[in-house]
């Protein structure tokens, strides 16, 4: 199982509790890329490092968890470690940025392939401080 290591930035922060009360109103999109190994996600990012595509979400609510969750055919073979969330479907404000663990500790990348199926679901969980 892969874990995804993150980050909500600050932007995110100040918007997220609009995006739970109203969150049918407020499409939210996932971005994927690849960054370096090194990299770490932090509250100040705006943007992911070479991201590589991006689709709309679903999004759902229950109570104070919101799960942002992306399923897309990806189109062309390459290497992502790095996902976003951002309010519109070209540039905007990301909202969460996470990298792609193995184990919780350690960045790792994924090859994907034309054809696969990238699956992202991220639930930002106010509550119990898990993202």
Known sequence: ????????????????????????????????????????????????????????ATTSATGNPLTVSISKTILSSYEILEVGIFNEAAGGSMIYRGLLSQNGALAKSRWINAGDILQVSIVLDFANGAF
């Open 1 to 56: 199982m892969t874990v995804i290591m993150g980050t909500l930035t600050v932007t995110g922060q100040q918007k997220i509790q609009e995006y739970i009360s109203g969150y049918v109103t407020h499409p939210l999109y996932i971005a994927w890329g690849m960054c370096t190994t090194g990299n770490t996600a932090a509250e100040t990012d705006t943007s992911l490092v070479k991201e590589l595509g991006r689709g709309v």
